[in-house]
């Protein structure tokens, strides 16, 4: 099943595996993990639950916000 920014919408207090995350920035899992692991990390900080790594659904929101209004400018 494909993710969507509606699904994130409607669970803000979810959280979001790595590679569905990667596939709604449409972006490769890897290059998700190279923003993590950047001294100046673009992106989200990620949730470690048992060696996998999980995005607050109310942190991606919060970034695409964020981001929007970056390019309104």
Do not use: C, Q
Request: proline share 5%; charged share 25%.
């Amino acid at each position: 099943m494909k993710i969507s920014f509606d699904d994130i919408a409607k669970n803000p207090s979810g959280l979001t595996n790595l590679n569905d995350t990667a596939m709604l920035f449409n972006r490769h899992p890897e290059t998700v993990r190279r923003w993590m692991r950047a001294k100046n990390n673009p992106f989200i900080k990620p949730v470690a639950i048992n060696g996998f790594y999980f995005f607050k659904n109310s942190d991606i929101l919060e970034f695409i916000n964020t981001d929007n209004k970056k390019g309104d400018k």
